[in-house]
């Protein structure tokens, strides 16, 4: 980590609120699941996965292709920031750093900022790299057939 905005294993020294837009940016896994459509179901409360991706998500590489531009390209995007974890922790994955640090735990031993490897989120299978559909072309009336189980 040579970005002068991040500090020495932030990540286990500071609350999500403490942390630089740099260590914020890089607390994520990369993972894309937070790309994904989701089905939430009013009565329950219950929220479906799908494999099917924002259409400005690479699907190789689980990265947005256009990341400064997102919320104006995608007017429903939901920008994660730490005020926000609280209501959308139901949502992120499991795995999520985000997530697990606003509940005090620690990064699996794949996150990149353990590995020290960008890919190790792939390797590890916990991205869904290569097994995403984009959504051009779906209708939502469509999307229950693309509920995926297991996405933890």
Same mark, same amino acid.
């Given at each position: ?5 991040? @500090?020495?294993?932030?990540?286990? @020294? ?13 607390? *994520? ?5 937070? *790309? ?10 219950? $929220? ?25 390209? $995608?007017?429903? *995007?939901?920008?994660? @920031? ?18 697990? @640090? ?51």
């Amino acid at each position: 980590m040579s970005d002068a905005n991040v @500090r020495h294993e932030f990540w286990e @020294r500071f609350t999500l609120e403490e942390l630089t837009e740099a260590e914020w940016e890089a607390l *994520c896994d990369g993972c894309g699941k937070c *790309c994904l459509l989701k089905l939430e179901d009013w009565d329950t409360g219950e $929220v479906a996965m799908t494999n099917v991706a924002c259409r400005l998500l690479d699907r190789e590489t689980c990265r947005c292709t256009d990341y400064p531009n997102r919320k104006a390209k $995608v007017p429903d *995007c939901v920008i994660i @920031r730490p005020e926000k974890i609280a209501d959308i922790r139901y949502w992120l994955p499991e795995t999520c750093a985000y997530r697990l @640090r606003a509940d005090g735990q620690p990064l699996a031993d794949w996150h990149p900022l353990i590995s020290g490897d960008p890919k190790s989120v792939h390797r590890a299978g916990i991205s869904l790299a290569g097994r995403l559909v984009s959504e051009d072309g779906i209708s939502e009336d469509d999307l229950e057939d693309y509920v995926i189980e297991g996405f933890e």
